[in-house]
Structures are given as C-alpha cells and as structure tokens.
C-alpha cells in the first residue's frame, strides 16, 4: 500500500525525520519498503500537515505490509503510530470521532445479523440533509498522493477512513435502501447482483449480502452493487460500518474472483474496535462538508464484545529468546513507545494490547516487538557450540559416491525439470497444459537434454556427451514403508552417445556400472534401458541403496566449490566450419592455432583440433641428388562462429573464413 | 576427461561442508508433501491470506494412490475432512517432520539439522524466478537457542560459502512459522557493504550494501506444539534461503533457468 509523509506526518506533535533516516528506521524494523517516490505538495496539504515542507514535495512510501500488520497497518494511522515508536516522536490522532446525541426527527436505521460467527459487528446511521459535492482541496490531494481516484466528497470520505485507519465503509443512498433497512444475511439461491462496475453475479448460499427489506444491496465486506450507491441526486445517506468473518470473505472474493481494498482487509481480520471508530469518523468529516446535515441515532448491533486481550512477558523470557541483556528500564521504554499500557510487577510486564493490534496475542509477540523497537541491528552474533559433527543424510552420501565415479569415467551432473506433459501424477493448474504432470522417470529429461548437447557439441568441443541426473519421480503406485508418500522415488539415469548410427556405449557403461557396484559394495545393480540410441538407462535408486550401512560421517565431494567465473551463454545458434591442411612436419598445432588467434575475430569462440597424421612423401627437387624424403603432417581443425549479438549468416562466415586460409597460406600451409 | 558437477550438487556438498562441520545434520523429506506438513503444521491455516504468500502447485487427489499418514496428518485430515498434497514450496515442512523423528528416536538435543532441497512455486519464471528451485533450510532446537544464536550461525554459514568475512543483518518481517520473524540481508561481497565507492554503484546489492537472502526467525510455539514439544521447555530457530541465488552470486551465472534444462554449456564450466 501506498503512504503519505505529509500524511503520515499529521500523526506526529513533532517533524518526522528525514526521508533517508526514515526509510532505514522503517526498513530494518517495521516493513519492506518496495518504493520511495517524490510529487508535487499542494498549499493545501502543507496547511493540513502543520508542517509545510519547503521543498514542496511530498514522499510517497509504497510499503509492503505482511498478513499479521494487516490488522492496523493497511492504515496511516497504523504505519504512524509504528513509526513514532521507532523515531520517540509523540503519537497523536488528529481525527475527530462523532459523539453527539442523535436528531431524533432522522429515523434511525433497522440493522439486523443474520449468523452472529460471520458478521460480528454492524453500526449504521442515517444523514439527511446532505448535498454531494466534490471533496475538499486537502481530502483529494490526500487521496490522490496515494494513487486514489477522487470521486465525490462522500465517496471520498470513507476511501480517507479506510486509508486513515484500516477501516472499510461503505455510504448507500437511503432513498434507494428500503425499509431504512440493512441486514447481514446469506443470499438465497439465484439471486441477483450488480456490482459497481457492472458485473452481474448470480449469487450462492454460502454468500453474505447487505441487503435491504428486499434485495440484496451488495457483497458483504466486498463490493457494494451499482442500484444503492451515491450519486449526484443523492439527499440522504445510510452508512456502514461492519465487520466480518476473514475466511469467509476470502473465500467469497476467491469464489467470485473480486478483490478489493475492502475484502483485503477483512480477510486478514481486523478489530470490531475499528466498526466504532471509522464510523464516528466518517460521520465527523461529512459533517465538516455538510454543517447543515442531520444525524440520526447511531445504531450498534454488537452481540459478543471482543475480549480486551492480555499478555505478560518477563524480562528474563525476553533475553532468553534474544540472546540479549536488556533490562527493565529498557523494555519499559518500548512498551511505552509502542502505548501499550502495561503494568510491572518483579520484572514481569502485563499488556493490555491496544483492540487493533491482533497481532499480539502470545508472549512471542511481544518479545518480536521489543527485538524491533530495540532494534534488529542490537542482536548480538554467537556461534553456538555442538559438540558433534553432523551425519550426512544416507542419500546424498551415497548419491556423491556415485557422483564421483562418474566423475572419473568422464560424466557431467545435470538436472532437468520434475514437470512435463507425461506422468501419472498431476498437478491442478500448472504453468502450462504440457507442464501439469509429473515425471515419472528421468529418462525422457535427460533424452531431451542429450538432443540439445549434442546439437551444441561443437561449442564444447565434445565429441561424446556423456551425462547423469539424480533426481525424485513420482507414480501412483505404492511403495511400502517408504518415507515419502505415494510413489515419489529416488531415481538416477545417465546417458552416453556419439550421435552416430553403429556406435554402442553397452561395454562401456557395463564397465562403468561395475565401478559403481564395487564403490557401494553391492552385487548388483538393477536398471532399464530406456533408450538404446543414445543409450539411456535408469536406476531405481532408493532400492539400491536400501540395505546400506547409515554414513556417519561427510565426505566432501569437491574440493573447492564453485571457483569458477561463469561466462555467459550466448542465445543466438553458431557455426562452425573446418579446415584441413598440410603443413611441413615440424609445425606444431600451437603455432597454426597462434597464426589462427592473429586473425583476431572475436566471433570465433572456438578453435579445437580434430584430427592429425602424418606421412612420408617424396619431394622432387632439381639438386643433382635428386628426391628426398620428408614428413607432412596433416591438420584438420574446427572454427566455431558465435554472436552475442544476433544470429551470424552463411554468408558472413564464408567472409569470416577468408582471413584464416589468408594468414595460413602465407605462412607455408596447403589447405587441402 | 573427467566430468563435471552441476553448480547446485556443488552448493550443496559446500553446505553439507559447513553445516556437519559444526554439528548439524544433513536431513530431506518428500517433495510431494501433505498440506498438514506445509502448511498447517506450520501455523499457516486453511482460508488464511499467510497462505496467499508462496504460489502453490496443488496436486490433482484422484491421481495419488492411497498412502499410510502420519498420525499428525490423520488428526489433520479428521480435524478438517480432507488433506490436500502439494509440491512442497518451501523446505521448512521437514522442520515438523525432524522434530517428530528426534522425539520418536529419542535422539539428544538440541536438534541441530540442514535441509538442501527442492522446491516448487507457481509463479511465472524469469532470468531471476523459477518454477523449481533450491533452498537450504536450517533448524536449531533446544532450550536455550536464541535469535543470537541465528546470527551466529548465519554469519559463519555465509562467510564459509563466499570465502569472506560476511556480516548478516535483520530486518523486521513475518512468517506464519516463526515469531520473531526477521528477513536476513548478508553484506555484499562485492563492494563489503560499501554500496558505492569511487562514485561506482555496486551491481550485485544496487549500491545498498546488502543482499537479501533469506528468512528466518524463532521456531513459532505452534510450530514446535504441533511437532510434539512443549513450547515452554524448548525454543529454537529455523531459516530457509534460496541456494540458486546464492549459486548465481558467487558464479555469476545469469539465468536461473540455465541451471534446470541439462545444458552442459553451464554445467561444463564448473
């Protein structure tokens, strides 16, 4: 949500700080804040403020507020108070609450509960006498900083409350209300509803409505319907002012698929305390924009109080939590920072935790608040001692022994996706409809894999890709006395191939396979062939580990972790081309790959040697002793071209190429 | 030619390094978990916004076979008439189920125990987010762990992964889980927290100084009711962090998504 310094600041007797100081205060020990932006402040508002700030700038905190703040602090009033507690300025609420005795000539709304569990408080009140006028310079900047739509004064009224102090109103045009009527009740099947925005929802059982004597007004805590709202014609108001059940408005908006600023903050629960008030409130500014208005009773439907909550917490719990050595002084002075009011008694404090802060309601609670308004960065640093070295989990003990091996045999590690589009088990609603199953072997991951290497061969300078993954499957078959649930299995396949027709692996992954048994001490080894070309197999690894003694000590794997600087992956396709050439038998591959680099084309990422031989020939020379014998050698060699750019052409390779038989053939080389 | 480790099998035997070296086990638990263990146990209820928190991939109930729950998930599934399953989103589940096991094996506390897995969010991926990934929780409880103690631990974990004297510092935040709840920013290893210098704004932490890089905070009494202790006597903290980013901070690779499709184009590098 998005707050207002000026606004903010009409909460605090004295200057907030300055944004920067601000903005750690809050960041460290109350909330994320996610934005800090600067407009242009209005006389207006300055006025309002008490404090005008000269640079004529307002700040605007876009401030991440978590589900146990939602209770107080989707509200400026709620982030104030907060941030006086962490500043020491002096909290005051600037608002004025309506206490007067009603005119007696307004009839009073008729407000009824249908289930007292999902609507625990509604106050209501009639005003006639109202003309709906567009709001105030001051109450529009303020609405307006924070990214609101100004839209009449009343309109903007209870958007201010429920800005100001975390609590939703809603305003209908009582000549549209009938029967001076508003219940809390369930819709009955079939009925309709027009929301505000035009949307018409045929409503369920399960569904609180305000309604009227007759129809439903609106959606309970959500949204309120387009036939009762105010207009320009409107001359009197009824108000609302409820509260309501958090699960059940959560799961009506997540049934219609509506969310509002409104059912946001009921479904995170907010205080019945907070019924009072925004109303009172409300009634006090329209009153400030209406002077003539008349203000019937006020109506308060309240079946079950809420209790006054109570929490206690000792200095000493308090340290033993932390780590820390405050005393009574100190947390006197958060508690106090914080208006809590409290008593003391043998260093254990008692808190009447203020009706919105919901938050509070165990000893840990407190503890938090004390940590932050201390301050997190006052959280000392100490190792604990465990006399013990930790046990390596028997999985990826084993796992590494393995890794290990194929390490040596030449195999790379790799990991592949748990989704796709073939498996038994499945997911709701996945990322995409060919990503709502779960695999149920590696092998296919570990095919798709070997079909992109091998493509990029060239770039690797491979010739052979030779790779595993250790990774979980699932089925829905059962595996007894397993610890993970139904059918989730440890598995492991590698994959071994040239890409050629006649090539097998089998001798050599056999080979391979026997290295293994012989690490882990086993027999044998159980596995499928999930593919002969490229040759893929797949291990059941769980079985094969089952009977295995429990590690009990590490083993690392590596000996210096990820010490390599990662060159980053160009996205666009290479191209490779080859030479093959003769030169005199003492030139060494180093020197054709130097004359190679001279050409100095940094597109080409690769140049890797493929095949050399050599052989005797003849040489005719015009000397009177006639032919000599002499050894070429021949080297045949890969150029790879690659952009970071853009994709590369034949066309610009085949220009790219020229320089190289260039710089050769100058220097004695016969390209074949 | 010898092979290669995948950076993230790297990461781990790193951690494994670290975290057995001062007495913490290293444990895992399913992937396909029971929403008692991500969710409920973990003081995150039914119909909560908290849960609104982590993108869930829910798994289809008609294609999972019948399986034996815990007797936590029978209560559960009695309690609200059904026990939904999902891809764990996040390692912390395996907090419960550690603690049920240290109770059920009678094994000496305090519980001390690293968690390197995968997990799985519902959000959409980019070069920064990924559907899969892996997070390194840990777990330290016993009667007398204290938020200091997380400190501690923190900053010998860090400065042990990047080879450097690594500070931590918290921020205030919330996890249904634990309480306190703190955010756990490291000081950036690039410019050592000094954000800019020589009018250079750091590129890794944006010239804050910091990296935020995991939560954590004090085991929730709810938490540790739910596993089996009694809150009075025991306390102790938890965090979980994403280990891909840590991978891609000391790497500099720039993609998460270069680590889960086999490419050895990455994975040979290392």
């Known amino acids: ?672 | 030619m010898q092979g290669h480790f995948h950076p993230i099998t790297q990461a781990i035997d790193k951690v494994s390094q670290i975290f057995t070296d001062i007495g913490f086990d290293v444990v895992d638990g399913p992937e396909l978990e029971s929403e008692w263990y991500n969710f409920d146990a973990l003081n995150t209820p039914r119909d909560h916004p908290s849960r609104d928190m982590q993108d869930t991939f829910w798994i289809k109930p008609q294609t999972l076979s019948e399986r034996n729950l815990t007797d936590a998930e029978k209560r559960a599934l009695s309690l609200h008439g059904s026990l939904g399953h999902v891809l764990r989103t996040h390692t912390s589940g395996v907090q419960v189920r550690t603690i049920e096991r240290w109770i059920k094996e009678k094994k000496e506390f305090p519980i001390a125990v690293v968690v390197p897995g995968k997990v799985f969010r519902n959000e959409a991926t980019d070069a920064r987010h990924e559907a899969q990934f892996y997070q390194v929780e840990g777990l330290m409880v016993g009667k007398d762990i204290t938020l200091a103690n997380l400190k501690g631990v923190l900053e010998h974990y860090f400065s042990e992964f990047l080879e450097k004297e690594t500070p931590v510092r918290f921020r205030s935040s919330f996890f249904p889980f634990t309480e306190p709840s703190v955010e756990v920013d490291m000081q950036c290893f690039k410019c050592s927290g000094l954000g800019t210098s020589a009018d250079v704004r750091c590129s890794v932490c944006s010239a804050s100084g910091w990296i935020e890089i995991m939560g954590a905070g004090m085991v929730h009494p709810n938490v540790l009711k739910n596993a089996g202790l009694n809150p009075d006597e025991y306390q102790g903290f938890a965090f979980g962090g994403g280990l891909d980013r840590l991978v891609m901070l000391k790497t500099g690779i720039d993609n998460i998504r270069m680590l889960y499709n086999g490419d050895l184009r990455v994975v040979n590098q290392f």
């Open chain 1, 1 to 672: 949500m998005k707050f207002s310094k000026a606004w903010l600041q009409t909460y605090s007797t004295e200057a907030l700080p300055e944004t920067s100081v601000l903005e750690e205060l809050v960041t460290l020990n109350a909330f994320e804040i996610e934005e800090i932006t600067k407009i242009p402040l209005s006389n207006n508002t300055s006025l309002q403020s008490g404090f005008s700030d000269t640079s004529g700038e307002d700040t605007i905190f876009d401030i991440k507020v978590l589900p146990n703040r939602a209770h107080d602090a989707l509200g400026h009033r709620g982030v104030a108070k907060d941030i006086c507690a962490l500043t020491g300025n002096t909290f005051v609420d600037p608002h004025t609450y309506y206490h007067k005795d009603g005119d007696v000539a307004v009839p009073k709304p008729t407000i009824t509960i249908a289930d007292e569990q999902v609507c625990t408080r509604f106050m209501s009140v009639r005003i006639d006498n109202v003309s709906i006028t567009p709001s105030p310079g001051w109450l529009k900047e303020r609405l307006e900083a924070i990214g609101q739509k100004s839209i009449n004064s009343i309109v903007d009224i209870t958007n201010f409350v429920q800005f100001s102090i975390n609590k939703p109103m809603h305003a209908y045009d009582a000549a549209l209300v009938q029967g001076n009527t508003l219940s809390a009740r369930y819709a009955k099947r079939g009925e309709v509803l027009t929301t505000l925005d035009d949307k018409q929802l045929t409503l369920d059982e399960q569904t609180l409505v305000i309604a009227d004597s007759n129809n439903p007004l609106g959606l309970a805590g959500i949204k309120g319907g387009k036939f009762s709202g105010v207009s320009q014609t409107t001359t009197s108001l009824i108000l609302e002012s409820a509260n309501f059940n958090g699960a059940l408005i959560r799961k009506t908006s997540q049934r219609y698929g509506i969310r509002t600023d409104a059912s946001k903050r009921f479904e995170n629960v907010i205080s019945d305390s907070l019924v009072e008030e925004g109303l009172r409130l409300t009634i006090s500014l329209i009153l400030e924009c209406n002077p003539q208005a008349r203000v019937s009773d006020i109506v308060d439907v309240y079946p079950s109080p809420q209790v006054i909550s109570t929490v206690s917490v000792s200095v000493a719990e308090i340290n033993k939590v932390l780590g820390t050595a405050l005393v009574t002084h100190d947390i006197t002075y958060i508690f106090t920072k914080l208006l809590f009011p409290f008593t003391v008694s043998d260093d254990i404090f008692a808190i009447t935790v203020p009706d919105e802060r919901l938050d509070i309601r165990i000893k840990e609670d407190l503890i938090e608040e004390v940590a932050r308004i201390h301050s997190l960065s006052a959280i000392p640093s100490v190792l604990p001692i465990i006399n013990r070295k930790g046990i390596p989990h028997k999985r990826m003990y084993y796992e590494n022994k393995i890794r290990a091996v194929l390490n040596v045999h030449g195999y790379s590690d790799i990991m592949t996706y748990s989704f796709g589009d073939t498996g038994e088990v499945e997911i709701i609603k996945g990322q995409a409809t060919d990503k709502e199953k779960l695999r149920s072997t590696l092998g296919r991951g570990v095919l798709q894999a070997f079909q992109m290497n091998m493509l990029n061969a060239p770039l690797m300078n491979l010739s052979i890709i030779k790779m595993y993954e250790f990774g979980n499957i699932f089925t829905n078959t059962v595996q007894k006395g397993h610890e993970h649930i139904t059918g989730e299995r440890r598995h492991f396949a590698l994959c071994i191939d040239d890409g050629k027709k006649k090539s097998s692996f089998v001798d050599e992954v056999a080979l391979l396979l026997s290295d293994i048994k012989k690490v882990l001490g086993v027999s044998a080894l159980q596995y499928d062939t999930v593919s002969a070309k490229p040759y893929v197999i797949e291990i059941d690894f769980d079985t094969v580990i089952e009977t295995l003694p429990e590690p009990t000590i590490y083993e690392p794997l590596t000996q210096n972790p990820l010490a390599t600087a990662y060159q980053t992956i160009s996205p666009y396709p290479f191209i490779s081309r080859d030479i093959a050439m003769w030169v005199s038998g003492t030139t060494s591959w180093e020197s054709i790959h130097a004359l190679c680099a001279q050409v100095g084309n940094p597109l080409a990422t690769r140049i890797d040697l493929f095949d050399t031989f050599s052989k005797k020939v003849e040489v005719n020379t015009t000397s009177p002793a006639g032919s000599a014998v002499q050894v070429k050698t021949s080297y045949a060699f890969r150029l790879v071209f690659q952009s970071f750019e853009k994709t590369l052409t034949d066309e610009e390779v085949n220009m790219m190429i020229e320089p190289y038989y260039d710089v050769l053939k100058t220097n004695g080389c016969e390209i074949r």
